[in-house]
T-cell receptor, first 111, second 114 residues
Framework: KNEVEQSPQNLTAQEGEFITINCSYS?????LHWLQQHPGGGIVSLFM???GKKKHGRLIATINIQEKHSSLHITASHPRDSAVYIC?????????????FGKGTKLSVKP | NAGVTQTPKFQVLKTGQSMTLQCAQD?????MSWYRQDPGMGLRLIHY???????DQGEVPNGYNVSRSTTEDFPLRLLSAAPSQTSVYFC?????????????FGSGTRLTVV
């Protein structure tokens, strides 16, 4: 069973393009997280969402609790955005330390 | 530098050997957790801790032990390594600030069991 599904699995874009990565989940959650994993392997937390929309620089994350869906948008993409983007959820009533992850979306931005 | 420190970065073990993956954080975070990452799969939770002296199992706990004697340290022990434990292991700590909480991940340990 896949409680967290991401699409697409792989995405290639040209520099400057607007990018959207989608995440759907099938369980009740208390929060949704977007993470970035660089080619070297390090994982960085980008956003935590429980409702609405958040923006940080060229990154925008939205969540629709009723539809159990979240999107991560990258505006004016750049080759340095190339990474794996991972969606993870904290289960409703679960421990803060307990995340369920999607399989990730591998993004490659070409110059 | 503040953060989560994992050691070692790379390790090769023979089947049946035991070892401990170290994880330390200096941010006074209450929550710590261990994940493994395998090709084609999302990260999966092995064990987690909500504070010193308190640990619980995650999705894939078999073959691993943990303890949390201090807030700073959360070691992961492989009791008798098996090839199925070949993976990349990540330790993470998390903090809460009101209704917000965030995660800091270690740089990972790449383990190969032969």
């Amino acid at each position: 069973k896949n409680e967290v599904e991401q699409s697409p699995q792989n995405l290639t874009a040209q520099e400057g393009e607007f990018i959207t990565i989608n995440c759907s989940y099938s369980v009740g959650i208390s929060a949704l997280h977007w993470l970035q994993q660089h080619p070297g392997g390090g994982i960085v937390s980008l956003f935590m969402l429980s409702s609405g929309k958040k923006k940080h620089g060229r990154l925008i994350a939205t969540i629709n609790i009723q539809e159990k869906h979240s999107s991560l948008h990258i505006t004016a993409s750049h080759p340095r955005d190339s990474a794996v983007y991972i969606c993870a959820v904290s289960l409703d009533g679960g421990s803060q330390g307990n995340l369920i992850f999607g399989k990730g979306t591998k993004l490659s931005v070409k110059p | 530098n503040a953060g989560v420190t994992q050691t070692p970065k790379f390790q090769v073990l023979k089947t049946g050997q035991s070892m401990t993956l170290q994880c330390a954080q200096d941010m006074n975070h209450e929550y710590m957790s261990w994940y493994r990452q395998d090709p084609g799969m999302g990260l999966r939770l092995i064990h987690y801790s909500v504070g010193a002296g308190i640990t619980d199992q995650g999705e894939v706990p078999n073959g691993y032990n943990v303890s949390r004697s201090t807030t700073e340290d959360f070691p992961l022990r492989l009791l008798s390594a098996a090839p199925s434990q070949t993976s990349v292991y990540f330790c993470a700590s998390s903090y809460s600030w009101g209704s917000y909480y965030g995660y800091t991940f270690g740089s990972g340990t790449r383990l190969t069991v032969v």
